[in-house]
């Protein structure tokens, strides 16, 4: 078949099927980008909310780049990879001061910006500028392994993929292209028990005519995620408890939390909480009682915390830009990370009371 004919077959499909989002009613690249950042390791449902909420709060690119990390942080609290908040939130003060705030349609200047990877590139010049850029994500690749019955992603084969998706551009806009395979990846192209009646592409599928499009491509076999034990603390003083803010530079930077770290093998729990409070907060705290637990699971790892209600022995506790005392009350005004909410949620239902 011709290339020109699967174009044409795409977009028509595309044009009935696709689904009515939000992001897909503009073209300006400032919203096209923070939805592609946001839709990163993360489903569009899911995804949604928070798009309409941030360009409700941030209608243009320079409201991010005024406004203070802690805000946007805020409102991405849930989201997860706050990384990409911060790298977003940098790369608009980049645009803001060297471009005069219009984000740049070429491939260098844009890929230079904070947190801008290829897929990213591809997706925001080809949707909002027209620029013919495959938009290569794990959606897009299944559709394309199964396409042209490539079971291993090696370099070369990555390399025939994308130029096949760049042929599909003749003459066709390639933001839509680009939309049209992610689209069908998402709703029929799926990894197990894909939707090839449905289709628009299976009469050309060499997957599916060998019988078993789930073979391709071959599955990469993952390491099991290894497991931490964790200790923190809720100190208080009088009605108020102690939250420090994590390093931009860590995982979850930015956010607040408890005190408290690994627990090192065969150390006892309460041993390790000092030992953590010595040395983050360089005082030895005061355990009253354990407060609860919960188990948390991140994309590499996954976490028993154990949290223990704590009291200052004594006023030692240095006050820090970096560090709080809140009330229960406060904790709104915070972003926390998800495995700090699961004890707020617990505290909540039970008793904050020590």
Same mark, same amino acid.
């Given at each position: ?63 991010v780049a005024k406004s203070k990390s ?40 844009? #890929?230079? @910006?904070? *947190?801008?990877? !290829?897929?990213?590139? /591809?997706? =925001? ?124 530079? #860590?995982? @979850?930077? *930015?956010?607040? !939390?408890?005190?408290? /770290?690994? =627990? ?19 005082f030895t705290p005061d355990i009253i ?66």
């Amino acid at each position: 078949m011709q290339i020109n004919s699967v174009s044409n077959i795409l977009l028509r499909w595309y044009d009935n099927n696709k689904r009515d989002l939000p992001i897909r009613l503009t073209k300006d690249p400032y919203k096209i980008w923070i939805s592609e950042i946001m839709l990163q390791q993360t489903q569009m449902k899911t995804a949604i909310p928070y798009y309409i909420r941030w360009i409700d709060k941030f209608p243009t690119l320079e409201s991010v780049a005024k406004s203070k990390s802690d805000r946007i942080l805020k409102l991405w609290e849930g989201l997860g990879y706050y990384r990409r908040c911060l790298n977003f939130h940098k790369a608009s003060k980049i645009v803001i001061d060297k471009y005069d705030g219009r984000i740049p349609s070429d491939y260098e200047s844009f #890929k230079a @910006l904070p *947190g801008v990877g !290829e897929y990213t590139v /591809g997706a =925001v010049l080809s949707i909002a500028f027209g620029v013919a850029l495959p938009a290569i994500d794990g959606n897009v690749n299944r559709v394309m392994s199964r396409f042209n019955g490539i079971k291993n992603l090696t370099k070369r084969n990555k390399d025939i993929l994308y130029n096949c998706i760049v042929s599909l551009f003749n003459k066709s806009d390639p933001g839509d292209i680009n939309q049209a395979l992610m689209e069908i990846g998402a709703l029929l192209c799926v990894p197990k028990n894909p939707l090839c009646n449905k289709c628009p592409l299976s009469n050309n599928c060499k997957a599916f005519k060998n019988g078993n499009p789930e073979l391709y491509p071959t599955k990469i076999k993952r390491l099991p995620k290894p497991h931490f034990t964790v200790v923190t603390a809720i100190i208080w003083r009088k009605e108020k408890f102690y939250i420090q803010k994590r390093s931009q530079k #860590k995982m @979850l930077g *930015g956010l607040w !939390e408890f005190p408290g /770290g690994k =627990v090192e093998k065969g150390e006892n729990l309460k041993n390790a909480l000092i030992r953590e409070i010595e040395e983050e907060c360089h005082f030895t705290p005061d355990i009253i009682k354990k407060a609860t637990s919960i188990v948390h699971a991140y994309s590499h790892f996954s976490i028993t915390m154990h949290c223990y209600h704590c009291r200052e022995k004594e006023k030692k506790i240095l006050d820090q830009s970096s560090s709080n005392w809140i009330t229960v009350n406060e904790i709104s005004k915070y972003s926390f990370p998800k495995a700090n909410h699961k004890i707020f949620n617990f505290m909540n239902k039970n008793d904050w009371n020590i």
